[in-house]
């Protein structure tokens, strides 16, 4: 992790948090951006210094700031959700071509999903339909259309990667086979799934929910809030705090999930097939935004290169676990909701 490389001053004039006492601590475990611990005579901040790949996207300020406007009204709704300072309504401050957010610092920690007991999933599906029934509305925020990725586009990463001699220490042709099987299946699982949509975090996984020495949730990383289907989300989330570090995935803790989301007043809005297949384009997403990073010397240095790669790998391997319980998943789901 490299040093703060922005104006410390600057950061705190103008987000008005005090004078800064000592030197920002790195804090690890982001896989986009870089975060730091700055305390001040004013408390604890977390300081976020946005990817400049992402900012430098068309859409990318708008989404940034829809997504801040979903956390802070779940916020006044009841979810204890951490949303960015504002400077001028504005989430961030530009310095120098960096766009820095600041957030007040929770104390606490964030779990591995194999450390989750049944207590920590239960607090999570009941807080996932918390969210899905806050009927937050953000002016302007259309809904979403729903298209798997291309298969040139696919072809296009992979042509690059075997030019590279790389291909991530794969077979080209058996990813190729495999993503263009997934995206396939994404795409006609969406084309089924009835138009139900609400907006929610959309990145509720065991990294993004900081706990309090009271054991009590703060769900952090709102970036990617946006619409969302309902069961589709309910399954990514389930899946996201079952797995464990070998890989597999724990019934009793994806029951969980689902069983608190249900009791807590959720019903399922789709096939639970469907459901589950539709839960792949977010993985997919990743996939095709890690094979780019990895391959792309103009945008990336070789940190975020290296990066991208071990991302590639890990996803896949998510990927073709998911793929081999699909049937799984979906009879853990009938078997909860009967």
Known sequence: MTRLSVDLNAICDGFEIGIPQGTPQPVTGGLLHRMWCLETDHGRFAIKVLNS?????????????????????????????????????????ELHGEYVMVFDWVDGITLLPENCTSEHVKHIGEILFQIHNLDIVIDGSALPTFSAISFDTWRYHIENARRDASCWGLSCESILQDVTNWSRKYQDAVDNLPQKFVISHRDLDSKNVIWNHEGIPYLI????????????????????????????????????????????????????????????????????????RSLNRDLFNMDDRELGRREVIHTLQELEKLSQAVSDYANWMAEVYG
Do not use: C
């Open 53 to 93: 790949e992402i900012m430098s996207r068309p859409d990318a300020k708008t989404n940034y700031r829809m997504s801040e406007r979903v956390a802070h009204q779940a916020n006044i709704k009841g979810i204890r959700a951490v949303s960015a300072r504002t400077v001028d309504r504005q989430p961030w401050i």
């Open 221 to 292: 990383d709102w970036e990617s809030a946006g619409y969302i289907h309902p069961t589709v989300e309910l399954v990514e989330v389930a899946f996201n705090w079952s797995r464990s570090h070998d890989g597999t995935v724990s019934k009793e803790r994806f029951q969980g999930v689902i069983q608190a989301y249900l009791e807590a007043g959720g019903t399922l809005h789709s096939e639970v097939l469907d459901a589950v297949y539709g839960s792949f384009g977010g993985m997919l997403g990743w996939l095709e935004y890690n094979m780019r």
